[in-house]
Nanobody
Framework: QVQLVESGGGLVQAGGSLRLSCAAS????????MGWFRQAPGKEREFVAA????????YHGDSVKGRFTISRDNAKNTVYLQMNSLKPEDTAVYYC?????????????????WGQGTQVTVSS
């Protein structure tokens, strides 16, 4: 299986920036598409961003478009989420996920492996 470990979460002020990382191990990272999702207490898990196996295709959720950017470094087996202009409503646990077939997707059920999440809290 694939193991995914998120890091980089923390407490930041509104308007600030944070970069999340997701390190993958166990199988061939470069063959997988990767995604970021988030979930706030009492809310559904929400799509944030996705990137194809090659990095050639990216997608970002409407609520984060223009502020967040997904990227990957296959040599390091790592996917990133750069978060700028953070808002209190961005507060959530952020999860990374891997999709076996290398196609970026907005749907959480398309992903085969998930990390444990990292907490992001944005204060106002």
């Amino acid at each position: 299986q694939v193991q995914l470990v998120e890091s980089g979460g923390g407490l930041v002020q509104a308007g600030g920036s944070l970069r999340l990382s997701c390190a993958a191990s166990g199988r061939t990272f470069s063959s997988y598409a990767m995604g970021w999702f988030r979930q706030a207490p009492g809310k559904e898990r929400e799509f944030v961003a996705a990137i194809s196996w090659s990095g050639g295709s990216t997608y970002h959720g409407d609520s984060v478009k223009g502020r967040f950017t997904i990227s990957r470094d296959n040599a390091k087996n790592t996917v990133y989420l750069q978060m700028n202009s953070l808002k209190p409503e961005d507060t959530a646990v952020y999860y990374c996920a891997a999709e076996l077939y290398g196609l970026a997707s907005r749907g959480r059920y398309d992903y085969n492996y998930w990390g444990q999440g990292t907490q992001v809290t944005v204060s106002s």
